[in-house]
């Protein structure tokens, strides 16, 4: 497990799942106690509105964890639906491992590495759609994502931006 194991130790419980391409593996609506991280592979966080249009939240590529914290601290019902976009091999943990001792120093430096990545990407996520242009929030998306433009489609990355794939086009047409 790698990365994985690296950072969390190996007393973590855990399994390696493989999925096909467009596999839901976690539905909104239900209580989640699971972190998901990406061995191979790339995911997608995303929510859905009355209107059934999809939001994407996150993209998860090699070395990303996605996970509905909210829903695992406070025991609420998910707020989003994990999918992949390729076929990926996915480290599948419970995230009670958070909920149990990490008095040493190392667990805790190790975990806030994790904790500071998800922070960090939320972050400058939530102030670019509060402030940014078009044109600003995609130069983000390729700083925070620069392997990930090849492999997505354009209209989730229109989604993930909060515009029409016909913006994105002119956008990318200008650079």
């Known amino acids: 497990m790698d990365f994985l194991t690296e950072i969390l130790g190996t007393e973590i419980k855990a399994s390696i799942k493989y999925f096909k391409k467009r596999e839901i593996i976690q539905k909104q609506g239900f209580v989640s106690k699971n972190g998901f991280y990406?061995?191979?592979?790339?995911?997608?966080?995303?929510?859905?509105?009355?209107?059934?249009?999809?939001?994407?939240?996150?993209?998860?590529?090699?070395?990303?964890?996605?996970?509905?914290?909210?829903?695992?601290?406070?025991?609420?019902?998910?707020?989003?639906?994990?999918?992949?976009?390729?076929?990926?091999?996915?480290?599948?943990?419970?995230?009670?491992?958070?909920?149990?001792?990490?008095?040493?120093?190392?667990?805790?430096?190790?975990?806030?590495?994790?904790?500071?990545?998800?922070?960090?990407?939320?972050q400058r996520r939530v102030i670019q759609l509060m402030s940014s242009s078009a044109k600003q929030r995609y130069e983000m998306f390729l700083e925070t994502y620069p392997l990930l433009p090849n492999r997505l489609p354009q209209k989730m990355i229109a989604s993930y931006l909060g515009i029409t794939p016909e913006a994105l086009s002119k956008i990318r047409g200008e650079r």
């Open 38 to 122: 990406v061995k191979k592979g790339l995911i997608r966080s995303y929510s859905v509105d009355e209107k059934g249009k999809e939001h994407i939240f996150m993209f998860g590529a090699e070395e990303w964890i996605i996970a509905d914290l909210e829903s695992n601290v406070f025991n609420k019902p998910t707020q989003l639906y994990i999918e992949t976009i390729e076929a990926s091999e996915i480290v599948i943990f419970s995230l009670d491992y958070f909920n149990h001792d990490l008095s040493t120093k190392e667990k805790l430096q190790k975990n806030s590495i994790l904790l500071t990545r998800r922070i960090g990407s939320l």
